[in-house]
């Protein structure tokens, strides 16, 4: 049975929705049951009706069931959105799992094929590269954590290009603060999807040396990936920052944006960052105060008060308040600079990508009334929301006397 929407669009029933995406009714009424898949209409007599836009969302939902995500991760990555530009974010983000996925299987063929060619040649089994082979065919849950880390960097990033008043941009300015020359050798510590490097690529001597790093191997492969990144100056490497892998006085310039409030040992990676500079050496790191995006959390908490978007306040860990006092120990200069800005938003969608990809407990009341909670950000939104940009960078600078 296929009803007209007033739109001019298309109604499907279960049935006709199963054989149009060559599944089986059971599987559509179980992804309805199981909050993953809610259909657009439910008449009074209780039949479910589809729609084209439900498509996108069931291709989601099939490609992350197909590498290996539970019905619980899909639930809580996936959103009932048919507005394009999400569409298109969201495909772009499981291109990069699909290209992940793709690494790994090549990696673990690779290990599979030596494995048995020493098993042929010596007769023996070098169980180093058996506990290799186990590593690599356990790395799901490394790839749910990529994606999941991957997608919400991409959702917060898009929230303050689209709305944001100073129209520099963040990273344009962060790069204007560092003050970057010719010869210099770099470090960024948690690089994140590279963005700093990808917006002002043209600006960087032809003459300097970039290593982009991030304790994730994940986001190191993807960054790795970026076209925009693939030439002399810049290499890659996974390591934990609170040991940095570098001889002393290493680097003139080290970054850290929005890196150290997640560090369980804040004095340590400070330790280390100063020991990696070179005397006079500078280290730039990005956070927030305690006003920042306050509006969010009070929209959230309007609609459901049990919401939390974070579990813990990062910027009581390392923080615009406190940050000078854990950089003075090991720095001889630490300054702060303001970035003076606001978001002025005027769309619902981006404002929801960003509360979703956050930390809390938010994912647990919203997805299933995701509908609901759209119609109550239009309403806000209505009239353009302002919400405070509380950000910014110490400039810490070592000692010019070894």
Known sequence: MVKKKESGGVYYSSGEFARMAQITVRTVRYYDKQNILKPSLVTQAGARFYTE???????????LKYLGFSLEDIRELTV????YSYLEHSLEQQQNLVRDRIEQLQLVEQAIGETVTEIRQQQNVDWNRMRELIHLTGMENSLKAQYRNSTNISARIRL??????????????????????EGMKILELGCGNGRLWIENKAKLPADCEIILSDISEGMIRDVRREQSLQDDRFSFAAFDCHAIPYEDASFDLVIANHVLFYCKDVDRVCSEVGRVLKPGGRFVCGTYGVAHMQEVSR?????????TLSGENLYEHFGKENGAQALAPYFAEVDWQQYEDALIVTQAE????YVLSCHGNQNQYILEKYNKFRKYVEGQIRNGYTIT??????????????
């Not at 941009?169 to 603060?177: D, T, V």
């Not at 981006?350 to 990508?353: A, G, T």
């Open 53 to 63: 836009e439900d498509f996108a969302r069931l291709q989601q939902i099939m490609l």
């Open 80 to 83: 009932n959105d048919s507005d």
């Open 350 to 353: 981006p404002l929801i990508e």
């Open 299 to 307: 929209l959230v908490i309007q609609f459901d008060d049990r919401i």
């Open 389 to 402: 940009k509380d950000a910014g960078i110490f400039i810490s600078v070592t000692d010019a006397i070894v």
């Open 160 to 181: 303050h290009r689209l709305f944001s008043s100073n129209k520099q941009g963040w990273f344009p300015w962060i790069y204007e603060q560092c003050q970057i020359t």
